[in-house]
């Protein structure tokens, strides 16, 4: 096991990158402790996979470090950094027994085979894969397979760490659920550290003690998935988190109070924007908008049920609000008022959270 850190990292496909926008990966550092459970979330496009790349080996960066526990590795191959992947597509060996791709990367590196033996029944044992060590993998599902690969990883004693990049993507939805259980089920017994790339959030959220949101080349925020959906530090954490996605309002400040459409709106923040030039909003996700007897005038356009909520569609002017609210919560005819909680609405600067 390793921490990980990423020092000025910047990297670009192109031979001489002359802007911004030619840089896949704009500068990181980062920091990613010894037995940690991360993931790497963000839309396709966003850099996600061009550093897991790095971080293995498969890519030389442009530009910065990666070490491993202090220890400059940039420079290493794939080989010499004691990586193991699992990739989207399950990689094994067909005509090879269970067992035999457990065994393996152990075999291949020389290990006795009574240890051999005592390892794969260990691993086997966690991946619920003991009944099927004698059958072909050929004739297992694509779980089956996936555990495989995870197995594969998991059976070297010698793994930094286990990085899956986008790994159940081809499993049927009703699995995918215990897999990710069974992923978080095991770093909680082995604790080596892993680094999970994903586009979906329940993935991210689900697995990981840390979450690193990328956007366009760049981390916007790194943290725990209460951090993330309570307190997000731009505005694209609020989108992209969040199911409806949180609420962004055009405002303005004056004097330590934000307002919507000329309307006082209490925050958590308005006091620390200390004026100058850039687009100011206001950012509540909906489950902090409730019905109220005054406040915010609207009209609701649509209810959308969600099952343990329905979801309220509402406009104010010509600016859109979302709101949840219980089953046994009364909606209104078309005029209603709103109110945000002010402990969770946020001022945003150029889409960046006022501090």
């Known amino acids: 096991m390793a921490k990980i850190t990423l020092k000025g990292l910047r990297h670009s496909y192109l031979a001489n990158p002359a802007s911004e926008a030619d840089w896949a990966l704009k500068r990181l550092d980062v920091d990613w402790q010894d037995g940690g459970a991360y993931a790497l979330l963000g839309p396709s496009g966003c850099g996600k996979t061009t550093l897991l790349n790095i971080i293995s080996g498969l890519l030389q ?81 694509a779980d089956g397979k996936q555990k495989i690969s995870l197995g594969r990883g998991l059976v070297r004693s010698d793994v930094n760490v286990i990085m899956f990049d986008e790994p159940l993507t081809v499993i049927d939805p009703h699995l995918k659920w215990q897999l990710r259980s069974k992923l978080k089920e095991l770093h909680q017994r082995v604790r080596v550290t892993m680094i999970y790339v994903t586009h979906d959030q329940t993935e991210a959220l689900t697995f990981a003690d840390q979450v690193v949101v990328m956007n366009e080349g760049e981390v916007v925020q790194i943290g725990a998935p209460q951090d993330l959906f309570e307190r997000p530090r731009h505005t694209f954490v609020g989108h992209f988190i969040g199911s409806p996605g949180m609420n962004v309002l055009p405002c303005e400040v004056r004097d330590g109070t934000a307002y919507l459409d000329g309307l006082a709106v209490e925050t958590n923040n308005a006091r620390a924007w200390t004026g100058g030039a850039g687009r100011l909003e206001l950012g509540v996700r909906p489950e902090f908008v409730s019905l109220s007897d005054s406040g915010i005038p609207v009209r609701i356009t649509k209810v959308s049920d969600a099952g343990r909520y329905r979801i309220v569609d509402t406009v104010h002017a010509d600016t859109k609000i979302k709101l949840l609210i219980g089953e046994g919560v009364e909606v209104p005819g078309e005029a209603a008022h709103l109110r945000f909680d ?12 006022v501090e």
């Open 61 to 141: 960066p442009t530009e910065g470090q990666v070490l491993f526990d202090g220890t400059d590795v940039t420079a290493l191959p794939p080989d010499k950094r004691h990586i193991a992947q699992v990739f989207q597509f399950p990689v094994v060996y067909d005509t090879m027994s269970v067992y035999d791709n457990l065994a393996f990367p152990l075999r291949n590196r020389g290990v006795a085979e009574a240890d051999v033996d005592a390892r794969v029944r260990e691993i086997a044992g966690m991946l619920d894969l003991t009944d099927t060590l004698d059958r072909r993998a050929a004739g297992l599902t």
């Open 342 to 353: 002010p402990a969770h609405t946020q001022v945003y600067a150029d889409g960046w959270i």
